[in-house]
């Protein structure tokens, strides 16, 4: 027997079994104009429209308001455990607000990027929240040059008037130093990100300011400037300084999958942390704490940091009076766990 296909309930619908106008039930169903509606007919109407199984048009809202209601996201790596709860942080704002979030992953591959940005476009996205910057970015300057509403977050680039919310780099480093230098440790090493990225950079000059702070040697052999933010480079690297025969006791990662790599060349050559070596992250992804050791890391706050760039991101979008900040740096905290521990005599 034949489907019949049930008949799609619309506003009108809605509104004459609400004995109301159409425009009160659009007011109503918008979180934003909701207020307008007296509180006894917004729950009548609400009532009624989920009753009924109505679901607004988005294609019909996009032709009347010449918007699409989605905001786009690019992250540089979907598998890095430190986007999903930015991610999160981010849908809990626009969601409740009205828009979808379309979700794409560049690889670190700016010709992907570009070809996602393009896409993007042609579905005439309101907006962008960009986890993909680099120090200097062709797709950011499109953005910027094109007047498209976006927002940097974790990484950012030089230039003024560029909406961001990132973390201290560099402080957060410096933090990690003066841990490792508090338990003794004299040669310390680091592991340093991609200096194309604006959070590899800042956290590699705060690793030298710190160093020098501290009255410590810089020795260019103890610093291993990796590729990319990634476990085999973290590997890659300390195993190369390992090689170099250079005495050193601990080594600062520039992130938590970097510092992860060196768990592995440790394992790798028969050593032990924190007995022989030494090793803090940057991050504090999740599930570093279950790590054999537990991970010493410096926490940056994921899920806020998704929320403070949507919050400003809807700003611009919603042309709210009150200019939202140009830039938000989070505060950071060292996280002390059984990766690291007093040098060896």
Known sequence: MARVARTRATLRDVAERAGVHSSTVSRVLNPKTRP????TVAARVLEIANDMGYRANPFALSLKTNRSFTVGVLIP??????????????????GPAGYTTILADSDEDPDIEQGILDRMRARQVDGLILA?????????????ADGIPFVLI????????????????????????DHLADLGHRRIAHLAGPQDLSTGFERHRGYLEAIKARGLEIDPELIFVCRAFTEEQGKTGLEALLDSAKPFTAVIAGNDMLALGCYDALEDRGLRCPEDMSVTGFNDMPFVDKFRPPMTTVRIPHYEMGNAAANILLSLLEGEDEEPPKSVCQTL????RGSTAKARD
């Open 154 to 177: 974790n990484r950012t680039m030089a230039g003024e008037g560029i909406y961001s919310v990132t973390n201290d780099d560099f402080g957060g480093i410096a933090m990690a130093v």
């Open 77 to 94: 790596d979907i598998t890095n455990p430190v986007f999903p709860p930015i991610i999160r942080g981010i849908e809990k704002v626009l």
């Open 333 to 336: 905290e060292l996280i002390v």
């Open 132 to 144: 993909t910057a680099h120090r200097a970015d062709q797709v950011v300057e499109e953005c910027e």
């Open 36 to 39: 307008m509606v007296s509180e």
